[in-house]
């Protein structure tokens, strides 16, 4: 992957939002009455079914529907089960949706409260996989490619988000708490945290290196910090870990640091919202809030052809219904007024170029969005690099011809993915 204007040469380029003091001060909304919970698809499962609709959950609980099952939820409320069905993501994935209904009182669940007294890499793995930020602590099971350094990433997934510049202007401690605990956990002792150049501020000492990237999308993404700040080359296809690196946001960090300060599961997520009229504010809410109640707590009512996006304006997806719930990785939540859509269209590629110069990964976008459309994934992996791609978007922000080039490569990716979860 290499460097460069994302404009072609010597054109514009999108930066991140300067908040410093104009970031908005923080509003919490009020629980809802029906929490809505996601949890990954196993398959087919032989074990019995070990949560029923009637079921009474606590908060901070783990939720599993079947004996021996690996993927689970955790409980951001208290209240009584339901309702429990199948659905799918954007890309066809499949999920158990568990909806929850809210009791009035709370009652925690203790059990991670014991635990956390002696913290291990186990039990962290098996509590914290879902608490804001969705810290991912997999790749540190890897004899064979053991991580020895953690990135913690305080760059914006998106443009306009501010969910990471509030953890590192307000959290600072919850953060090298969360630090010192994944240093006892995994044995990892290098720890560097990544934050745009104007972003960075007094944010003090959290027990490891301070590196800072320009403050131009794309340039925290994950790929391009180990590029530019690390100095390693992922091969396409290759995870981060088999190069020794783990990647953390501040928010999963800090919720970590959080989890163990108070022997409590953290179960608020912070948001950028960004209404019809363009104005910005941050937020928490509860994971598994339906998006609606925050959209209709600002914006009133939501007209049938309004568009929800789920994330950013770069990347973010839209979604299908209102009673859509925040997420552990949920950033932002944006709503778009039928009057002022911009739709994709089925227009041939006019072959201008745009998307591969604006490409921070160099990768041919103009040949290798014709195998996508025609479904061809492999061949797109093999001969245009689909697995180069950084998923940053901006094929699709430059694109003349408004074809949804992003899209057809997010599920380029997880067509390809599902073939090779087939195969074996």
């Known amino acids: 992957m290499i460097k460069k204007s994302l404009f072609g040469w010597g054109g514009a380029a999108l930066e991140y939002e300067r908040p410093g003091s104009d970031l908005p001060v923080m509003e919490t909304i009020p629980v809802s009455e029906n929490i809505t919970l996601l949890i990954k698809s196993e398959g087919k499962s032989s074990g019995a079914q070990t949560l029923s609709i009637g079921d009474s959950v606590k908060t901070g609980q783990r939720l599993f529907l079947r004996q021996g099952a690996q993927e689970y939820a955790i409980s951001t409320v208290t209240g009584t089960v339901a309702s429990i069905q199948m659905v799918k993501d954007d890309l066809g994935r499949d999920f158990s949706q568990v909806g929850i209904t809210v009791a009035s009182s709370e009652e925690l669940d203790s059990e991670f409260a014991e635990l956390s007294k002696t913290p291990s890499l186990e039990m962290a793995r098996g509590y914290l996989r879902h608490i804001p930020g969705a810290p991912s602590l997999d790749g540190f099971s890897n004899d064979d490619a053991p991580i020895d350094t953690i990135v913690i990433n305080g760059v914006p997934g998106d443009l306009g988000l501010m969910t990471s510049q509030f953890f590192t202007d307000a959290a600072l401690g919850d953060i090298k708490k969360g630090v010192d605990i994944l240093k006892e956990i995994t044995g990892v002792s290098r720890f560097i945290l990544v934050a745009p150049q104007n972003f960075v501020q007094s944010h003090g000492s959290i027990g490891g290196e301070m590196k800072v990237v320009a403050p131009v999308y794309p340039e925290g993404h994950p790929s391009l910090i180990m590029k530019n700040i690390l100095n390693i080359e992922v091969p396409a296809g290759e995870s981060f870990a088999s190069a020794g690196v783990a990647f953390f946001s501040v928010e999963a960090v800090a919720s970590i640091g959080s989890a163990f300060a108070s022997g409590r599961i953290p179960t608020g997520k912070i948001l950028t919202f960004v209404d019809k009229r363009g104005v910005k504010r941050l937020v928490q809410a509860k994971i598994g809030t339906p998006i609606g109640d925050i959209i209709k707590k600002y914006d009133g009512e939501i007209n049938e052809n309004d568009i929800l996006i789920m994330g950013g304006p770069m990347t973010g997806s839209a979604v299908?219904?209102?009673?859509?719930?925040?997420?552990?990785?949920?950033?932002?939540?944006?709503?778009?007024?039928?009057?002022?859509?911009?739709?994709y269209s089925d227009y041939a590629c006019v072959n201008c170029g745009e998307c591969v110069r604006a490409c921070p990964a160099n990768v041919p976008v103009n040949m290798l969005v014709r195998f996508l459309e025609a479904g061809k994934y492999q061949e797109a992996a093999d001969s245009y690099d689909l697995m180069s791609c950084v998923e940053c978007g901006l094929?699709?922000?430059?694109?003349?011809?408004?074809?949804?080039?992003?899209?057809?490569?997010?599920?380029?990716?997880?067509e390809l993915l599902r073939m090779s979860e087939a195969e074996a």
């Open 320 to 343: 299908y219904s209102e009673t859509f719930p925040v997420k552990p990785d949920t950033d932002g939540l944006m709503i778009r007024d039928e009057k002022e859509i911009h739709y």
């Open 395 to 414: 094929c699709s922000f430059v694109c003349v011809s408004r074809m949804p080039v992003y899209q057809y490569i997010r599920l380029g990716k997880c």
